[in-house]
């Protein structure tokens, strides 16, 4: 079965920062370009990161340049996002996304970030 | 970047009755092999959104045919044939042409 795993939220204060993990298994992610997708509380989606299969090519949303960064390590299977300088309107559902012919065909079940003091 | 416009943002549908969301791009979603890079995705309450439909028109597996994606350039729809309880929840249309990949507001369908 193909499935995405998220780990790694928290609660952290502002300013801080955080690292999530996404375990893929039932597939090798090294053939898939793969994202970050967020979902403050009430709210719709929002893209946040992506790269491609090798790691060689990585896009942010204009919010989190900077502060945020996606890896990946394809002998591990896992996806990563570190986030530094945390704010408050960070906080958010982060749900790791299979990208597929310009779609999302896999999602995560997510890892609640919450930022807050 | 391309602001993707949904509407209706809420939709009581009545069971049995078809139902119709649109989804307007700010820029053509066709890519340079003729491609719409344009997917509609479903978040059923309390889940992680779930593919429905990618490349415009094309249906993920296991998605039920009461389901269909139609349009091109910058104007698409996501019909429901017939409503089923089951599909209560918030539809986003979502392009995946550039960076970054943007989604619509969401469309909430509940049943009357």
């Known amino acids: 079965e193909v499935q995405l795993v998220e780990s790694g939220g928290d609660l952290v204060q502002p300013g801080g920062s955080l690292r999530l993990s996404c375990a893929a298994s039932g597939f090798s992610s090294s053939t898939h370009w793969m994202n970050w997708v967020r979902q403050a509380p009430g709210k719709g989606l929002e893209w946040v990161a992506g790269l491609n299969q090798d790691g060689s090519e990585k896009y942010y949303v204009d919010s989190v340049k900077g502060r945020f960064t996606i890896s990946r390590d394809n002998t591990k299977n896992s996806l990563y996002l570190q986030m530094n300088s945390l704010r408050v309107e960070d906080t958010a559902v982060y749900y790791c996304a299979r990208a597929y012919l310009g779609a999302v065909d896999v999602w995560g079940q997510g890892t609640m970030v919450t930022v807050s003091s | 970047d391309i602001v993707m416009t949904q509407s209706p943002l809420s939709l009581p549908v009545t069971p049995g009755e078809p139902a119709s969301i649109s989804c307007r791009s700010s820029?053509?979603?066709?890519?340079?092999?003729?491609?719409?890079?344009l997917s509609w995705h479903l978040q059923k309450p309390g889940q992680s959104p779930q593919l429905l439909i990618y490349?415009?028109?094309n249906r993920a597996s296991g998605v039920p045919d009461r389901f269909s994606g139609s349009g091109s350039g910058t104007d698409f729809t996501l019909k429901i044939s017939r409503v089923e309880a089951e599909d209560v929840g918030v539809y986003y249309c979502m392009q995946g042409l550039q960076t970054p990949v943007t989604f619509g507001q969401g469309t909430r369908l509940e049943i009357k």
């Open positions: 490349l415009g028109s």
């Open positions: 820029q053509s979603l066709l890519d340079s092999n003729g491609y719409n890079c």
